[in-house]
């Protein structure tokens, strides 16, 4: 094993020139490393790592998260922070608009609410998919900060209003009343949100899922085209980094009572959807179902309650956009039309599965918060149900969406949803209703 600086030991295992020379590949390390070397990160970098123990019960026996791409003998992860954006940091540094040596300057970052710590952080097995520290770390982990060690918040709590039309809506239609505390007159509602990054113990995953430690890691390292070759080469790292996106938390009422199992909690975990969210597409009901959980949430925290929704980075079923409107045009282009009994087989013909949002890492960001029950969760999803349930939180009740709130075009997948075993107060649609075309057209 190397003890020092690269690891040019063994280039040659992974194809790749020696640290002194470009092996003719024209390899451009010399541009970018500081001194031509290429930054191996498949072996050891040296000693002083400091030793991550996950679910350790306080956060000096846990240890921080270092995944510092500046003093490789310092890291004690697979990766690096900020997930996906890991590569438009990258480009920026090769673009030589930002230093590789740049420390984040934490003055004033520190969260605007404490969360936590609660007991489900050092369960084992609780919290598998993001650190539960990462938002205290220049507090808790002050003095390996003053030490030199390069350690990163991944997760930040802050304070916003939001101003949605159809909360506006709501006001005017009189659902909702203005209250100068949760929802002022203007009709912005006042919460508390968190952006949170993903941090992967290998082992929990794996358990999550089922599967071996060793075949995820190896799955992992080939699926990416070998991006991470740690992750079969150190199997004394525990802890991965994954270039994907994370979970923003939006909170209305106060976060301490989120843990509170008497004070009623109004929750909805949604998976992202660019089209509806953002853009309004009519052909799903995410937006309409994504604002009358925070109209509930309001509500509920007007109630004297608190209200919950977990935003979750898994664009199109965690299929990707591409795939999503390549499904879209196979449905609508279906001989018979876009009907409810060919949804899913749409989806599984081109993308080979008809889901890949996988919710079994979702409740981590409940048990993060403290959450131990949920009076009114806002879902039909019988996954995510399944998943928080499972993993020891109490559902009282599930808040389907309004029939009025359900585009005419969207109506092909709630459907179909609901026929897959979706909740429902009302009928599940039989066959001879899921064979009629509701979807539209695409035009001629
Ligand atoms: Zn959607």
Redesign the pocket.
Known sequence: MPTSGYAGAFPQAWGLPGPTEDGGTGMAAESTAPNGHIRLTSHRGGVGAPPLTWAAPTAAARGPVVGTTTSRAHRNVIGTHSGSYSVYRALAVAAGALSREHRADLTNTAPTDDIGPYPSWHEPGAIVSLDPWGAQVADVFAEHLSAGYDIRPTIAVTKAHVILPEISEAISSGRLRPDGKVLLDGGAALVTKAAVEPVWHLPGVAARFGCSETDLRRVLFEETGGMYPELVTRSDLEVFLPPIGGQTVYLFGSPRDLSDPSVELTARVHDE?N???VFG?D????RPYLTHAIEECIQGAQRGGVGLVAYSRKEGRALGEVTKFLVYNARKRQSGGDSADQYFARTECVAGVQDMRFQELMPDVLHWLGVRRIHRLVSMSNMKYDAITGSGITVDERVNIPDELIPPDARVEIDAKTAAGYFTPGAVPDAVELKKAKGRGLPA
Not at 283 to 286: K, V
């Open positions: 959807c089209g509806s969210d597409s052909i799903c009901t995410c």
